[in-house]
């Protein structure tokens, strides 16, 4: 089967490259063999092809030595069967993310009113310039003044342009990230294949049909299978069926294996059946790939009727990625399932509380942007009432109809002013600084071995305040080798000679070792000369083999006379058995087991032990306790893993034994010996959990080891101190001290233990999970925990999900634990988590820069705006300039504040939480005081700077007047200020030396030189578009002067203590306990989140706040609409009209579905959707009268 797959249907595609002639069978035999499950699937295999071994021959491959790997073979194999892939959903393209940047609401808006003033400045009414205009007419007509008009539409046009064209190639930008990001995860995942009788490791894209792939516990599946050969198999078939048990394999009843499972225990080898599109991943795929481009046509098509309610599901269907997610609808979980479900890293994970940085943000810019609105609304209000009763009241002129449009003109000019209040007052760009900032980090993180799979996760690190980690291979280096051992009555302190032991025991140690530990697991001579020897597989068993070598014994030979099919029966090690078992059968019927396993547990089922001689004598439970204080826990207190290796014999004429009643089969074991296995602390640990502490973050080790080995272990990182206050527990004292008579976990118990608990031993993966969730639960102390957890088994999957981060290990970790991480260790060491932790920070603290910087801009802004309008009748700064000054604090400060890198010195504070507000008192002052230098400066300038520079006043200039220096110089020096304030920005803690460091951020310095830069050429060459006029150079130095004065205005408020400001409110706070209490959760919704929560009541502010501006507008119209009534031209008059019942203009009704109401706004809300349903937002009087008293 050929690539092309993705534009037939699957059934053309098979036709095409079917090679009869090749193989004994066709990709359709296949993919209806894949079909059938359990029996129906034995019987289909033994009908058509004998057996297993009958499908390999036609498949012409071997069982035992795989394929050839021969090139020309595998592209046969590739034509007829297909490839190993599945296309991923097409990316959006530029165009769509431009088209989707439009739809800003605020953009919307401004377009609408720049086309109206653009459409008006055009027409010339017949008799406009009658002096009965009043001094609407006058001025207007300056020589080739009148035709300047159109330059102010024109220009905040292209400002929309550049906005747009900013956000979607930010946008674009992502997605590639996003998407190089997917696939360099994909490059990564291997698999392991034999091929020519060698076992090698290839990407999971190589896999071809006829492959022999081993499989073992922790694999996700890369393609179908049919099992040859298994151990104690089962599979979590749950991302397919969605059924939780655990599916046991085997030959005689089910053997089928499918793509995208996981194996949760045992191992096996299976032959490659279906790979990509045929396998029943690649199916499923494929349908919801054609249903979704079904669907999408039925969109289109209802699109162009315009309900709204399809129109919805157009919008949900892309599944667009807002930064501040909506509660998603089902279309876009759904769609959302089709890009995962590539058998790549498909993440089902339950819906986690959204991070903590954006649960805050949300809240924030919702009050920001409630405020903005009153201003703006209140703004326009106020500019239209005081035309109309100056012009008609005061000056008493009569309105005529030929003066109409020129009215007209002014209320445009006012509304364009009430919308660039508004732009300038919401921070839209807190989303662009929140992407800019993490996609930065996340790039940066790469370099220090973080591999980040989800963006938030990145920023809720730097808020952690607990770890809990594994102790092997994270803490330890897992590179594990016998330094101990108690053999025949003796303990050795090194591993002994060959010589000093029995020759009986020294063959059932080396048979049981070779035999009872994953074939896959080797030791390989080392890549350079004078390295290391390799260790593949398991790395508890490799320091076995390693023994094994040590007593210069070899185990391959012995491998190879017992290859893994004549293994009898298998008891593969899992969590909650503890050991691993292979059972043989003997020529004479007889059988025999080997066993391993932790030694306390394999122990307590010994009944003898091999004495000096090698004989067996009987082991009683007091033999055992003394071995245990005399060799187990002496080991153990050097930090030593201790193992046991035991074997029991089944004499013949008992029959066989029931395999399945595993209690018995594993007792009356006789003791071969007992290992102590040491696994160095990496040196670079205990200065990394130093670094942690003094961080503020609690260090717990989570370890499935005995007690008094993570004890000493513990001691060597540093996580136990001398003298410190702590508890070591065992799973199971941890278990009885939380759970009361009838098992359950109850919270307040949990919460007497945790805070002092720093090591847990001898864990359950249940255990892990329990003591995370409690943690996170908790409300005991003042702050709540956030927890980040690191795992690299199969059985750590639950608790990484749960948890705030889950680190998994790059190299030791299996699929599952990587899927249901966010962050992947790409070299497997714990200073990589300090290193998240100080970029996690960094992230919170550029956010808090960027608010810092842009709360002061905004204020001054909209205060500047909002008055000059009431005072002057025309906003100081134009709605141009604005868009600019917006530009400037927007793209190009989160851009230099979001991209500053991290210092030690953010290791030296303690976490901020879950609710610590994200504007501390400290920013507050700093955003008060620099608002009022700035608006002390500007409103002087406004009102005196005539006289201080001695030129012409600016204010109440006639409608179409050239721009004057005196708005200039305004507009010049706010600009400066912002400027020189960008750099204030970079402190949020009140540091007075603003300039440190500032050398190693080039991006910073470069927006801040590219600004100023920009400004001279918009101040003296920006003319009419941008409202300004050439300055002198004496002005320019008082501007930058006073622009300067930022930065010792800074000092001298950095100067004031906080403390003494008692009136300073924080803002940006995260969920409050109480509010977690007030929102009981509903039933059946797992986890609501409560950021999730303030979003749709922010929505609902929205719409609240459009209906508003709607409503404006239709006030504007009526009252337009009376005065049209003479006029003969009609055209132009319904263009007005139609300005909002344009069906493009639907943002009411088309939000409306996606917003459910909440309690508080229910009754609003039933007053909403009757607006949307007259189309084009004209809501009725009820709807108004909610909104008027509910924002």
Same mark, same amino acid.
């Given at each position: 089967?050929?690539?092309?797959?993705?534009?037939?249907?699957?059934?053309?595609?098979?036709?095409?490259?079917?090679?009869?002639?090749?193989?004994?069978?066709?990709?359709?035999?296949?993919?209806?063999?894949?079909?059938?499950?359990?029996?129906?699937?034995?019987?289909?295999?033994?009908?058509?092809?004998?057996?297993?071994?009958?499908?390999?021959?036609?498949?012409?491959?071997?069982?035992?030595?795989?394929?050839?790997?021969?090139?020309?073979?595998?592209?046969?194999?590739?034509?007829?069967?297909?490839?190993?892939?599945?296309?991923?959903?097409?990316?959006?393209?530029?165009?769509?993310?431009?088209?989707?940047?439009?739809?800003?609401?605020?953009?919307?808006?401004?377009?609408?009113?720049?086309?109206?003033?653009?459409?008006?400045?055009?027409?010339?009414?017949?008799?406009?310039?009658?002096?009965?205009?009043?001094?609407?007419?006058?001025?207007?007509?300056?020589?080739?003044?009148?035709?300047?008009?159109?330059?102010?539409?024109?220009?905040?046009?292209?400002?929309?342009?550049?906005?747009?064209?900013?956000?979607?190639?930010?946008?674009?930008?992502?997605?590639?990230?996003?998407?190089?990001?997917?696939?360099?995860?994909?490059?990564?995942?291997?698999?392991?294949?034999?091929?020519?009788?060698?076992?090698?490791?290839?990407?999971?894209?190589?896999?071809?049909?006829?492959?022999?792939?081993?499989?073992?516990?922790?694999?996700?599946?890369?393609?179908?299978?049919?099992?040859?050969?298994?151990?104690?198999?089962?599979?979590?078939?749950?991302?397919?069926?969605?059924?939780?048990?655990?599916?046991?394999?085997?030959?005689?009843?089910?053997?089928?294996?499918?793509?995208?499972?996981?194996?949760?225990?045992?191992?096996?080898?299976?032959?490659?059946?279906?790979?990509?599109?045929?396998?029943?991943?690649?199916?499923?795929?494929?349908?919801?790939?054609?249903?979704?481009?079904?669907?999408?046509?039925?969109?289109?098509?209802?699109?162009?009727?315009?309900?709204?309610?399809?129109?919805?599901?157009?919008?949900?269907?892309?599944?667009?990625?807002?930064?501040?997610?909506?509660?998603?609808?089902?279309?876009?979980?759904?769609?959302?399932?089709?890009?995962?479900?590539?058998?790549?890293?498909?993440?089902?994970?339950?819906?986690?509380?959204?991070?903590?940085?954006?649960?805050?943000?949300?809240?924030?810019?919702?009050?920001?942007?409630?405020?903005?609105?009153?201003?703006?609304?209140?703004?326009?209000?106020?500019?239209?009432?005081?035309?109309?009763?100056?012009?008609?009241?005061?000056?008493?002129?009569?309105?005529?109809?030929?003066?109409?449009?020129?009215?007209?003109?002014?209320?445009?000019?006012?509304?364009?002013?009430?919308?660039?209040?508004?732009?300038?007052?919401?921070?839209?760009?807190?989303?662009?600084?929140?992407?800019?900032?993490?996609?930065?980090?996340?790039?940066?993180?790469?370099?220090?071995?973080?591999?980040?799979?989800?963006?938030?996760?990145?920023?809720?690190?730097?808020?952690?305040?607990?770890?809990?980690?594994?102790?092997?291979?994270?803490?330890?280096?897992?590179?594990?080798?016998?330094?101990?051992?108690?053999?025949?009555?003796?303990?050795?302190?090194?591993?002994?000679?060959?010589?000093?032991?029995?020759?009986?025991?020294?063959?059932?140690?080396?048979?049981?070792?070779?035999?009872?530990?994953?074939?896959?697991?080797?030791?390989?001579?080392?890549?350079?000369?004078?390295?290391?020897?390799?260790?593949?597989?398991?790395?508890?068993?490799?320091?076995?083999?390693?023994?094994?070598?040590?007593?210069?014994?070899?185990?391959?030979?012995?491998?190879?006379?017992?290859?893994?099919?004549?293994?009898?029966?298998?008891?593969?090690?899992?969590?909650?058995?503890?050991?691993?078992?292979?059972?043989?059968?003997?020529?004479?019927?007889?059988?025999?087991?080997?066993?391993?396993?932790?030694?306390?547990?394999?122990?307590?089922?010994?009944?003898?032990?091999?004495?000096?001689?090698?004989?067996?004598?009987?082991?009683?439970?007091?033999?055992?306790?003394?071995?245990?204080?005399?060799?187990?826990?002496?080991?153990?207190?050097?930090?030593?893993?201790?193992?046991?290796?035991?074997?029991?014999?089944?004499?013949?004429?008992?029959?066989?034994?029931?395999?399945?009643?595993?209690?018995?089969?594993?007792?009356?074991?006789?003791?071969?010996?007992?290992?102590?296995?040491?696994?160095?602390?990496?040196?670079? #640990?205990?200065?990394? *959990?130093?670094?942690?502490?003094?961080?503020?973050?609690? &260090?717990?080790? +989570? /370890? %499935? =080891?005995?007690? $008094?080995?993570?004890?000493?272990?513990?001691?060597?990182?540093?996580?136990?101190?001398?003298?410190?206050?702590?508890?070591?527990?065992?799973?199971?004292?941890?278990?009885?001290?939380?759970?009361?008579?009838?098992?359950?976990?109850?919270?307040?118990?949990?919460?007497?233990?945790?805070?002092?608990?720093?090591?847990?031993?001898?864990?359950?993966?249940?255990?892990?999970?329990?003591? #995370?969730?409690?943690? *996170?639960?908790?409300?005991?102390?003042?702050?709540?925990? &956030?927890?980040? +957890? /690191? %795992? =690299?088994?199969? $059985?750590?999957?639950?608790?990484?999900?749960?948890?705030?981060?889950?680190?998994?290990?790059?190299?030791?970790?299996?699929?599952?634990?990587?899927?249901?991480?966010?962050?992947?260790?790409?070299?497997?060491?714990?200073?990589?988590?300090?290193?998240?932790?100080?970029?996690?920070?960094?992230?919170?603290?550029?956010?808090?820069?960027?608010?810092?910087?842009?709360?002061?801009?905004? #204020?001054?802004?909209? *205060?500047?705006?909002?008055?000059?309008?009431?005072?002057?009748?025309?906003?100081?700064?134009?709605?141009?300039?604005?868009?600019?000054?917006?530009?400037?604090?927007?793209?190009?400060?989160?851009?230099?504040?979001?991209?500053?890198?991290?210092?030690?010195?953010?290791?030296?504070?303690?976490?901020?939480?879950?609710?610590?507000?994200?504007?501390?008192?400290?920013?507050?002052?700093?955003?008060?005081?620099?608002?009022?230098?700035?608006?002390?400066?500007?409103?002087?300038?406004?009102?005196?700077?005539?006289?201080?520079?001695?030129?012409?006043?600016?204010?109440?200039?006639?409608?179409?007047?050239?721009?004057?220096?005196?708005?200039?110089?305004?507009?010049?020096?706010?600009?400066?200020?912002?400027?020189?304030?960008?750099?204030?920005?970079?402190?949020?803690?009140?540091?007075?030396?603003?300039?440190?460091?500032?050398?190693?951020?080039?991006?910073?310095?470069?927006?801040?030189?590219?600004?100023?830069?920009?400004?001279?050429?918009?101040?003296?060459?920006?003319?009419?578009?941008?409202?300004?006029?050439?300055?002198?150079?004496?002005?320019?130095?008082?501007?930058?002067?006073?622009?300067?004065?930022?930065?010792?205005?800074?000092?001298?408020?950095?100067?004031?203590?906080?403390?003494?400001?008692?009136?300073?409110?924080?803002?940006?706070?995260?969920?409050?306990?109480?509010?977690?209490?007030?929102?009981?959760?509903?039933?059946?919704?797992?986890?609501?989140?409560?950021?999730?929560?303030?979003?749709?009541?922010?929505?609902?502010?929205?719409?609240?706040?459009?209906?508003?501006?709607?409503?404006?507008?239709?006030?504007?119209?009526?009252?337009?609409?009376?005065?049209?009534?003479?006029?003969?031209?009609?055209?132009?008059?319904?263009?007005?009209?139609?300005?909002?019942?344009?069906?493009?203009?639907?943002?009411?009704?088309?939000?409306?579905?996606?917003?459910?109401?909440?309690?508080?706004?229910?009754?609003?809300?039933?007053?909403?959707?009757?607006?949307?349903?007259?189309?084009?937002?004209?809501?009725?009087?009820?709807?108004?009268?909610?909104?008027?008293?509910?924002?």
């Amino acid at each position: 089967m050929a690539n092309n797959t993705t534009d037939h249907p699957p059934g053309n595609s098979v036709a095409e490259g079917n090679h009869e002639g090749d193989f004994g069978c066709t990709v359709m035999d296949l993919r209806d063999l894949m079909e059938l499950r359990s029996a129906e699937a034995v019987t289909k295999i033994g009908d058509s092809y004998g057996d297993v071994q009958g499908l390999c021959r036609r498949l012409k491959t071997s069982p035992i030595e795989g394929l050839s790997g021969n090139p020309v073979d595998l592209e046969k194999r590739h034509t007829s069967f297909g490839r190993n892939f599945i296309p991923p959903k097409k990316a959006k393209t530029f165009l769509q993310l431009v088209w989707e940047a439009l739809q800003d609401v605020t953009l919307i808006i401004l377009e609408i009113a720049a086309i109206i003033s653009l459409g008006l400045s055009f027409y010339h009414p017949p008799g406009g310039d009658s002096e009965l205009c009043g001094q609407a007419a006058a001025g207007a007509e300056d020589e080739g003044e009148a035709q300047a008009g159109w330059i102010e539409g024109a220009a905040i046009l292209f400002s929309v342009i550049i906005v747009v064209l900013v956000t979607a190639f930010n946008d674009w930008s992502k997605e590639k990230q996003f998407r190089g990001l997917q696939s360099r995860i994909e490059q990564e995942q291997k698999f392991t294949v034999i091929r020519k009788g060698q076992v090698i490791q290839i990407p999971v894209a190589e896999i071809v049909v006829g492959d022999i792939a081993q499989i073992k516990y922790g694999d996700l599946l890369p393609a179908d299978g049919i099992l040859i050969q298994g151990n104690d198999l089962k599979i979590d078939e749950s991302s397919l069926t969605g059924e939780s048990d655990q599916v046991r394999k085997s030959l005689d009843k089910d053997p089928m294996l499918l793509s995208g499972t996981h194996v949760m225990e045992g191992s096996g080898r299976m032959l490659v059946s279906a790979v990509g599109l045929n396998s029943q991943t690649g199916i499923i795929f494929t349908l919801l790939g054609a249903g979704e481009s079904d669907e999408e046509k039925k969109v289109k098509k209802s699109k162009k009727q315009g309900t709204p309610e399809n129109r919805n599901k157009a919008k949900t269907q892309d599944g667009i990625a807002l930064e501040i997610q909506p509660l998603k609808s089902e279309e876009a979980a759904e769609s959302e399932e089709k890009e995962e479900v590539k058998q790549v890293k498909k993440v089902r994970v339950t819906k986690k509380e959204k991070s903590v940085l954006q649960g805050k943000l949300t809240r924030l810019a919702v009050q920001i942007g409630k405020a903005g609105l009153i201003m703006s609304a209140v703004t326009v209000i106020i500019l239209i009432l005081y035309f109309v009763v100056d012009t008609f009241g005061v000056q008493g002129r009569p309105w005529l109809k030929e003066c109409t449009p020129i009215y007209i003109q002014y209320f445009v000019k006012f509304f364009i002013i009430g919308v660039t209040v508004l732009v300038v007052a919401v921070p839209e760009g807190l989303p662009l600084a929140v992407t800019i900032s993490l996609a930065y980090s996340v790039k940066k993180m790469m370099k220090d071995n973080n591999l980040v799979r989800h963006l938030d996760a990145c920023e809720t690190m730097g808020n952690a305040t607990a770890i809990c980690s594994d102790k092997t291979g994270t803490l330890t280096m897992n590179r594990m080798t016998v330094v101990q051992a108690y053999i025949g009555d003796t303990h050795y302190k090194n591993v002994p000679e060959p010589d000093a032991i029995p020759p009986s025991i020294l063959e059932l140690l080396v048979n049981s070792i070779s035999i009872n530990s994953a074939y896959t697991t080797k030791i390989l001579s080392p890549e350079k000369e004078g390295g290391l020897p390799r260790h593949v597989g398991n790395k508890t068993e490799c320091s076995l083999l390693g023994l094994v070598l040590a007593l210069k014994r070899d185990y391959q030979p012995i491998r190879e006379e017992i290859p893994e099919e004549k293994l009898y029966k298998v008891y593969t090690f899992n969590s909650s058995r503890k050991s691993m078992s292979t059972v043989l059968k003997n020529a004479d019927g007889s059988f025999r087991m080997y066993s391993k396993g932790a030694s306390e547990i394999v122990l307590r089922k010994c009944s003898r032990v091999l004495d000096t001689q090698g004989e067996a004598r009987i082991f009683k439970p007091k033999d055992r306790d003394e071995m245990v204080s005399k060799v187990i826990e002496p080991m153990a207190c050097d930090g030593l893993r201790t193992i046991c290796v035991a074997y029991r014999d089944f004499p013949a004429e008992g029959g066989e034994p029931n395999w399945d009643a595993e209690n018995d089969i594993l007792n009356n074991l006789t003791c071969i010996c007992v290992v102590g296995i040491e696994d160095p602390v990496r040196p670079e #640990v205990p200065a990394a *959990i130093t670094k942690c502490q003094r961080a503020g973050i609690t &260090v717990r080790m +989570v /370890t %499935g =080891d005995n007690i $008094n080995t993570a004890r000493a272990i513990a001691t060597k990182c540093g996580i136990l101190l001398p003298g410190e206050d702590f508890l070591c527990l065992e799973g199971k004292e941890f278990n009885q001290q939380i759970r009361n008579d009838q098992g359950e976990v109850e919270q307040e118990r949990l919460d007497k233990v945790w805070p002092k608990l720093r090591v847990l031993a001898r864990s359950s993966p249940t255990d892990k999970h329990t003591l #995370v969730k409690g943690i *996170i639960d908790s409300t005991v102390l003042e702050t709540r925990q &956030v927890v980040a +957890v /690191t %795992g =690299d088994g199969t $059985n750590d999957g639950p608790a990484l999900k749960k948890a705030d981060v889950g680190f998994a290990m790059g190299i030791a970790g299996t699929d599952v634990a990587k899927e249901a991480s966010d962050i992947i260790l790409t070299d497997d060491n714990f200073t990589s988590i300090v290193k998240a932790v100080m970029w996690g920070r960094n992230v919170y603290d550029s956010i808090s820069k960027f608010l810092q910087f842009q709360l002061t801009v905004n #204020v001054v802004a909209v *205060i500047v705006a909002f008055t000059g309008a009431c005072i002057t009748q025309d906003s100081p700064l134009k709605a141009v300039q604005m868009l600019w000054v917006n530009l400037i604090m927007d793209t190009l400060a989160s851009l230099a504040l979001a991209t500053e890198p991290p210092t030690e010195s953010l290791l030296l504070r303690r976490p901020y939480g879950r609710n610590k507000p994200l504007i501390s008192r400290t920013m507050m002052k700093n955003i008060l005081g620099h608002a009022i230098y700035q608006l002390t400066i500007i409103f002087t300038l406004l009102f005196a700077g005539e006289k201080i520079f001695d030129i012409d006043s600016g204010r109440n200039t006639p409608l179409h007047a050239p721009p004057s220096e005196h708005y200039t110089i305004v507009f010049n020096v706010f600009v400066m200020m912002q400027l020189f304030n960008e750099i204030n920005a970079r402190k949020i803690h009140g540091e007075r030396n603003v300039f440190e460091g500032i050398y190693r951020n080039p991006i910073f310095c470069s927006v801040v030189l590219g600004t100023f830069v920009l400004q001279i050429i918009i101040v003296q060459f920006g003319g009419k578009p941008f409202s300004c006029t050439s300055l002198t150079i004496d002005q320019w130095l008082w501007c930058v002067f006073i622009g300067v004065g930022e930065l010792l205005w800074g000092q001298l408020i950095s100067a004031i203590p906080t403390h003494h400001l008692k009136f300073l409110k924080e803002a940006g706070h995260g969920t409050t306990k109480e509010e977690i209490k007030e929102e009981e959760m509903t039933e059946g919704a797992d986890e609501i989140d409560h950021a999730e929560m303030e979003l749709r009541r922010g929505q609902i502010l929205w719409f609240r706040g459009l209906n508003r501006i709607q409503t404006q507008i239709k006030v504007v119209n009526a009252f337009r609409s009376s005065l049209y009534e003479g006029i003969e031209n009609p055209e132009s008059r319904s263009s007005i009209h139609n300005f909002m019942a344009h069906p493009e203009f639907v943002p009411l009704s088309e939000e409306e579905a996606r917003a459910p109401p909440i309690e508080e706004v229910s009754a609003e809300m039933e007053a909403i959707p009757s607006s949307s349903s007259s189309g084009g937002g004209q809501a009725p009087d009820t709807s108004l009268r909610n909104h008027k008293t509910s924002v």
